[in-house]
C-alpha cells in the first residue's frame, strides 16, 4: 500500500486528551480536531477555550471538570465519552504536573500527589479506555525528557514519569493483539502558562522560557510542535510504530551536556 495524504486524517475518529484547558493539552486538542477528529477533553480548569477551539474547526467536543486521579470519576467520563461521541480511537494521557523540591524535603502528601497526578491518572484512563478503544486505536501517554536523565529538584515527578515511560513499553506488548498501538511523548523547551512558576522556583529567568532554551540546540517551541506529533502517532502514519518515545525537545535529549557557546554554536560540554 502506497501512503498518501489520507493516511494523516483523523476524520471519524473520536480522541480523549486529559489536561487540555490550556498549553500542550490545549494545542493537541484542537490540533487533532482540525485533522478531523472528534475530542472529549477533561481537566480542572475551565476548558471552554479548548472547547470553542476543537468546535471552530468544525468537529463536536465534550468537556468536564474531572479529577485524573479519581479512578471512578475518570470510568465515568470515559462512559459519557462513548454515550455522547462513540467509541474512542485516541487517548492522550496529558494531565500531569509537579513541584520543584528537593527529595528530602518532599512530605508524604506531596508525593502521594506526584504518584496520583503523573501515574495513577494514566493508570486509570488506560483502565477506563482500553474496554473502549477500537481495533488499530491510539494511546500517546505524555512523559518528559526528566524520564531520561536525573531531575534535581524534581525527583518524583521525572520517576513516576520514567513509570509510564517503562509502563508503556509493556503496554504495546500487552495490547498487541488489538493493534492498539502505545507510545511516549518526551516534551522539553516547550513554555505554557504552567512553568511560570517552576521556572522562578528553579531560578530560571523568564516564564518564556528563555533562561533555559538558549541551551537547547533548536531552542524553545510551542504546544503545536507536541500536536504534531501525536497526530502521527494517532494517524495511520505510524501504524508500525509502537512502544517507543518520540522525543519533541529541540535536540535538548540528543545534546544532554553540551550546550551551544553563543546564539550559533560552537558546542562545548
Known sequence: ??????????????????????????????????????????????????????EARGRRAFAAMLDVRDGSAVAAFVADVVDQLGPVHTLVNNAGGGFWSEFMDVRDKGQHALVDENFTSVTNFVRACVPVIVDGGSIVNVTSIEAFRAAPGFGVYAAMKAAVENLSRTLALELAGRRIRVNCLAPDAIPTPGDAGLAAATGVEGSDGEGYGWK??????????????????????????????????????????????GDEGPYEP
Do not use: E, K
Not at 33 to 49: H, L, T
Open 216 to 261: 537547547v540546540p533548536f531552542g524553545t517551541g510551542t504546544p503545536d510542535d507536541c500536536a504534531g506529533a501525536v497526530v502521527f502517532l494517532a494517524s495511520a502514519l505510524s501504524r508500525f510504530v509502537t512502544g517507543t518515545t518520540i522525543h519533541v525537545d529541540g535536540g535538548s535529549h540528543a545534546a544532554s551536556g553540551w550546550r551551544r557557546r
Open 1 to 54: 500500500m502506497t501512503l498518501d495524504r489520507s493516511a494523516a486524517s483523523l476524520d471519524g475518529r473520536v480522541a480523549i486528551v486529559t489536561g487540555a484547558a490550556q498549553g500542550i493539552g490545549a494545542g493537541i486538542a484542537t490540533t487533532l480536531a482540525a485533522f478531523g477528529a472528534d475530542v472529549a477533553i477533561c481537566d480542572r480548569r475551565d476548558q471552554s477555550a479548548t472547547v470553542a477551539g476543537v
